[in-house]
């Protein structure tokens, strides 16, 4: 899945299907190459950030998480978010690779499978570091 197909789907619970919000983002955790959380546009209360660990499943019409109660547990332990699709991409030797137009991910897993930039795609396994400045990608080997 992409991001951008995430993007807008409606959070639903599981134990009572109530909609929590709707997908507005998605925390990327570079180090493990896995999104971290889903943030949320419209959150009926002050759950706005839901942990990856929350999410039962992923699919094209809806975002389904265990439970209100679950999907509010683990927030200190995520990593801080920053705008991955648009980020700026270096390589850890500083040169540029474009920018993120979009991430492709295992709905089940969370695991960053594919970065697209304008130039060319970088594998998710690549992926060192997010930030406020850019996104760092290992060089590929030559």
Do not use: C
Request: proline share 4%.
């Amino acid at each position: 899945m992409l991001f951008t197909q995430a993007f807008g789907l409606p959070v639903i619970t599981a134990d009572d299907a109530t909609t929590v919000g709707k997908v507005a983002d998605l925390t990327v955790d570079a180090h493990n190459a896995t999104v971290a959380a889903v943030r949320l546009s419209g959150a009926s209360d002050r759950a706005g950030v839901l942990a990856w660990t929350a999410v039962e499943a992923v699919g094209p019409d809806a975002v389904i998480v265990r439970s209100r109660v679950t999907a509010e547990q683990d927030q200190d332990r995520l990593p801080a978010h920053h705008r991955a699709l648009g980020s700026r991409v270096l390589t850890e030797h500083g040169a540029e690779h474009g920018t993120v137009r979009d991430i492709a991910f295992d709905p089940v897993s969370g695991r960053v499978l594919t970065l697209y930039t304008a130039l060319g795609e970088i594998t998710g396994a690549r992926l060192m570091g997010l930030g406020s400045y850019a996104t760092v990608v290992r060089a590929e080997p030559v």
